[in-house]
């Protein structure tokens, strides 16, 4: 049972390229999240869904993208990468219902030239 | 100013100490967590907060709700519980989203 899968682990771009991360989890949870962690400051949210086929912004969207196609996939897409969004990003995934957990993934370190 | 805030920012302690960390946050909330993290790792969720306390080993988390309060307590620390702890509120009325610390450092040095 692998939980929470993060690919890749690390990437370094150039300014201006494009890149999809990818978030899987094996857990049949109806909600999955991507947040960025940043030096001296709380993860910050970025984009959520509560199901297969929805999406929903949180405090720090712009600049990125997201899918919900499949219920256990969530990719986050950088369009245009930009230094500022050098980052290590985690995805997290809870099943519905009041209470639960979020259960997170390893990270992925992304670093902008 | 932060919804959620953690003290101490860095908390450094011999082996066998008593360690708490605290946290305090200025919305209603419906839930509170604890996590760890540890360097260069992922996240975990140690505890998940209404009312009252909870205990796992030797891991404590308390919350005061007419305070906005919690204290997260470790007996007999040990070098394996440096770590970046972690607290993050669940407002009222949010069903998917949390509000997280900046996080509290803790080195224990054997």
């Known amino acids: 049972n692998a939980g929470v899968t993060q690919t890749p682990k690390f990437r370094v771009l150039k300014t201006g390229q494009s890149m999809t991360l990818l978030c899987a989890q094996d857990?049949?949870?109806?909600?999955m999240y991507w947040y960025r962690q940043d030096p001296g400051m709380g993860l910050r949210l970025i984009h959520y869904?509560?199901?297969?086929?929805?999406?929903a912004k949180g405090e720090v969207p712009d600049g990125y993208n997201v899918s919900r196609l499949k219920k256990q996939n969530f990719l986050l897409g950088l369009e245009s990468a930009a230094p500022s969004q050098t980052s290590v990003y985690f995805c997290?995934?809870?099943?519905?219902?009041?209470?639960?957990?979020?259960?997170f993934g390893d990270g992925t370190r992304l670093s902008i030239l | 100013k932060n919804e959620v805030e953690q003290s101490p920012q860095n908390l450094t302690a011999q082996e066998g100490e008593f360690i708490t960390i605290n946290c305090s946050y200025s919305?209603?909330?419906?839930?509170l967590h604890w996590l760890q993290q540890h360097p260069g790792g992922g996240i975990v969720s140690l505890f998940m907060?209404?009312?009252g306390k909870k205990k796992h080993g030797r891991l404590i988390a308390t919350i005061n709700i007419q305070e906005k309060h919690s204290s997260l307590h470790i007996t007999a620390s040990h070098p394996r519980d440096s770590a970046v702890y972690i607290c993050?509120?669940?407002?009222?009325?949010?069903?998917?989203?949390?509000?997280f610390g900046k996080g509290t450092l803790l080195t224990v040095n054997p």
């Open positions: 997290a995934s809870r099943t519905g219902g009041d209470g639960q957990p979020q259960h």
């Open positions: 857990m049949n949870h109806e909600y």
């Open positions: 869904s509560v199901g297969e086929g929805t999406t």
């Open positions: 919305v209603g909330i419906s839930a």
């Open positions: 907060l209404s009312s």
């Open positions: 993050a509120v669940r407002p009222g009325g949010s069903n998917y989203k949390l509000t």
